[in-house]
Structures are given as structure tokens and as C-alpha cells.
């Protein structure tokens, strides 16, 4: 059973998260259970290189990691939790910390960019697989929450996988090595809805925020008791780039689709979709271009042909415009409003 774990790195819950998980792993009797780690960004303004914040209080640092500030207290769950009770919650962190072993002297001294460990935890599984990207990720957090070293720097995150026996990671690094799977996976993230550090993902299913050892068993056995079915790798993405469109990020649906552009470009479903994304981000000569193609191909699809027609609208050639329009409301007359 494969456990993604998305979370982010310089989220204060993913590492009180990570614990609890490996507390209920302990004691799992199931199927085995591969843990992989998945990017998430609470803050993506991070600088790089960070500013120190020493001598912050614990307040100054939760607000520098986004967690909080002019954010509510439903925003702030979602972003990086406990649960959806987050907000509510009476302990002071540190004090959460402390019960899961992880120290007194608990707080990151550095609002620290996590890019760049995401990229390390990356490159970890696909040079040592599950159980090396794991120690990493205890590694990354250890060193940013309890030893106060600065995790946006390549000789930090550098050192860190050489202590883990990956000597190679620092040069990997320095060349931007899993950059655009990293930025990819984010993007997947969005699409498959994940809204807060850490998520645990088996299958179809997902459990949201830092839950108690008792609470993550109860979802593996009952995730273990589903059965997950695999969608072809292409089937996925082309998924994942429409979720996107929902979500109102037409580039990052375009990010997604140029993989299948580049292989499979004259499949209609793929062009489709890229012709309404490019519609999306104003993109028309290439909404357009597309669009004209489909229709060509196949003048009986009416929704390509409105879209064309709206297309064309708004790059201002009304007179094509109206033929495709037309078109488009004679075989759908709820395309006509």
C-alpha cells in the first residue's frame, strides 16, 4: 500500500504529522506500506536566501511561515493543520512538539524557501527510493525546527543528504535537478485538491491535518480494504490538467499538458483541452489555431465550434465569429443564449 504524504517541509504540523504516522506505522500488522513524500508550499513568497528571524517569537515565526496573519482561522486550517479544529487548538505548539518527542527547544530560526528541499526529497526517492527520502524528510525538518540551520541553502541540504549516505544530492541539486518534477507535482497536488499540510493520500482516499496514531490506523485499514485501481500514467494528467481548468490555472493545466501535446497532439480530447486553456489565458491565435483544426476534422462538435466562435469574438473577427456561432446553436440550442 503506497502512502503519499503531501505536505510541506517548514510546515510545523507535517513534522508533528510525520511522528504520529510513524507511531501508527510501529504498530501496523496490514500490508506492507511504501511512504512517499509529496511537495507542498505554504509559502511560497519565501525568500532565498532567507532572512534570519532569530530571537523571534513562536507568533512572529508562524506568521512568517503564513500560518498566521491576515489569514482566518478556516484559511489557516487548510494551509497547514492540525485538523479542520486547528485553529482552536489551547497548547502552544512547542508543547505539542515536546509530546511527540521532538524537543524543548522547538521553533525554525529562519523563514526558510522549502523549494529546494522538496527538490532533495525528490531526488531521494529516485535514487534511493521510499526509505532514504523518509530519513531526509525527518533530517530537513529536524534540522529547520529544532537545530535552527537554514534548509533554503544547498550546503545545508547538501550536508543533510550526505549524513542520509546520498553524497550525491549537493551536485544534483547545483544542476536544478527535480525543479520541474517538483513544480509538476505541486500542480497535481492543486489538482487532486490537497489544502493542507500534511495530507495523507492511499488510493482515492485522503486524511487531512496532524491526526492522532489511532485516527491514521483506522483510515490505512480502511484504505487497505478498497481496492485501488491504477489510470493510465497519460489518463491522469490529461485529469489533472482539467481539474486545473476548474480551478482557474490554465497555465498550470497547460504545464500538465505538454507532455501529452508533444506525444499525443492529434488526439481531440488532448487538443481540446489545450485549446480551451489557451482560451482560458488569453492565448487566442493558439486557441484559435487549434480550434480551427478540431473543427475541421470533425464540424459536427459543437461546443469546439462555440468556442471557436467565442474565440474569434474576442479577437475582434466578428463576421467568422458568427458562422461558427451559428453553427454551434443549431446543433445545441443551449449554446444560442
Known amino acids: 500500500m503506497r502512502i503519499e504524504i503531501w505536505a510541506d517541509v517548514v510546515c510545523p504540523w507535517a513534522y508533528i504529522g510525520k511522528r504520529r504516522l510513524d507511531k501508527a506505522l510501529a504498530g501496523w500488522d496490514g500490508e506492507p506500506v511504501e511512504l512517499v513524500w509529496r511537495p507542498f508550499r505554504i509559502d511560497p513568497t519565501a525568500p532565498v536566501p532567507a532572512t534570519s528571524h532569530e530571537g523571534s517569537t513562536e507568533d512572529e515565526l508562524l506568521r512568517d511561515l503564513g500560518i498566521l496573519g491576515d489569514r482566518d482561522d478556516a484559511e489557516t486550517a487548510q494551509a497547514c493543520a492540525v485538523g479542520p479544529a486547528a485553529a482552536t487548538q489551547t497548547p502552544p505548539i512547542a508543547e505539542i512538539a515536546a509530546t511527540e518527542g521532538l524537543g524543548s527547544a522547538w521553533g525554525a530560526a529562519w523563514r526558510a524557501s522549502s523549494h529546494d528541499a522538496h527538490r532533495l526529497l525528490a531526488l531521494a526517492h529516485q535514487h534511493g527510493g521510499a526509505e532514504l527520502q523518509h530519513a531526509l524528510a525527518e533530517a530537513v525538518m529536524k534540522a529547520h525546527f529544532t537545530e535552527g540551520r537554514d534548509i533554503s541553502l544547498a550546503e545545508t541540504l547538501g550536508q543533510l543528504a550526505a549524513d542520509a549516505g546520498f553524497p550525491e544530492a549537493a551536485a544534483l ?98 487538443q481540446l483541452l489545450a485549446a480551451r486553456a489557451y482560451f482560458a489565458s488569453a492565448q487566442l491565435g493558439r486557441a484559435a489555431a487549434v480550434l480551427e483544426e478540431l473543427v475541421a476534422h470533425a464540424p459536427d462538435d459543437s461546443y469546439a465550434r462555440l468556442l471557436l466562435g467565442r474565440t474569434l469574438t474576442r479577437q475582434g473577427r466578428t463576421e467568422e465569429a458568427a458562422v461558427h456561432l451559428a453553427l454551434a446553436a443549431a446543433m445545441t440550442p443551449e449554446y444560442a443564449t
Open 173 to 270: 541539486l547545483a544542476d536544478g535537478a527535480a525543479d520541474h518534477e517538483v513544480k509538476e507535482l505541486l500542480l497535481i497536488g492543486k489538482a487532486r485538491g490537497v489544502a493542507t499540510s500534511p495530507t495523507l493520500v492511499v488510493g482515492d482516499r485522503a486524511l487531512s491535518g496532524a491526526q492522532p496514531p489511532e485516527t491514521v490506523t483506522r483510515f490505512l485499514r480502511d484504505a487497505a480494504g478498497q481496492p485501488h485501481r491504477r489510470l493510465p500514467a497519460e489518463v491522469e494528467r490529461l485529469r489533472y490538467a482539467d481539474a486545473l481548468l476548474d480551478k482557474r490555472d490554465p497555465l498550470g493545466a497547460l504545464t500538465l499538458l505538454q507532455p501529452l501535446l508533444a506525444e499525443h497532439g492529434d488526439e481531440p480530447g488532448v
